[in-house]
C-alpha cells in the first residue's frame, strides 16, 4: 500500500508546507536523500503551544506535537518529490525544549517516530536522536528533522 493510500486510510491530510523563517529551504534533496529544515508544531500558520517540556507544556501533549512536526516534516518531503516516492525513513532527529530537570525527551519524540511507523510500516523505523535543550526557535516545545530515502529514476538522454 502507498504512503498517499496509508495516510487517506488513517484519514490524514498533509498539510501545507511551513514557510521558512529565514534564508533557507524546507527540503532539499541530494541523490537519493531528502533532508528537512527543523520543522515546528505550526498549524495553520501558528505554533500550536509555547514553552518548556516538564514545565508549561506536559511530556503528553509534546508527544502530539512532535507528531504535527513530523506532518509538517512529511508534507515538506512531499512538495519536493511526492510522498510515495519515499523508500524509507533513515534518521529522525528532536529537539525538545526542556525544562530544568526533565529527561524524558524519548518519550516526546515517539510522537514524531509512531506516525512514521502508521504512515511507512516497516519502512517508517529509523535511526533517531532525541535532544533535550534550553531554547528553540519562536518558544516551540518541540522541533524535528528527517532524512529519507526516495526512489530514484533513471534520466534518459
Known amino acids: 500500500m502507498s504512503a498517499s493510500q496509508r495516510l487517506d486510510d488513517l484519514g490524514i491530510s498533509l498539510p501545507e508546507v511551513t514557510k521558512p523563517a529565514g534564508a533557507y529551504l524546507p527540503a532539499v534533496r541530494s541523490g537519493s536523500l531528502v533532508f528537512t529544515a527543523g520543522q515546528l508544531p505550526v498549524v495553520a500558520g501558528a505554533l500550536a503551544a509555547t514553552g518548556k517540556v516538564g514545565a508549561e507544556v506536559d ?19 512531499h512538495s ?12 529522525v532527529t528532536g529537539f525538545v525544549a526542556s525544562a530544568p530537570g526533565f529527561t524524558d525527551q524519548p518519550s516526546v519524540i515517539d510522537g514524531a517516530s509512531a506516525l ?4 511507512f510500516g516497516d519502512a517508517g523505523r529509523h535511526a533517531r536522536s532525541a535532544v533535550g535543550v534550553a531554547e528553540l526557535p519562536k518558544n516551540s516545545p518541540v522541533e524535528v528533522e528527517i532524512v529519507v530515502e526516495v526512489e530514484t529514476t533513471t534520466e534518459v538522454s
Do not use: Q, S
Open 59 to 77: 511530556a503528553g501533549e509534546a508527544a502530539g506535537l512532535a507528531r504535527t512536526c513530523a506532518l509538517n516534516a512529511l508534507a515538506a518531503v
Open 80 to 91: 519536493l518529490v511526492g510522498i510515495d516516492a519515499v523508500r524509507r525513513v533513515v534518521k
Open 116 to 119: 512514521f511507523g502508521e504512515v
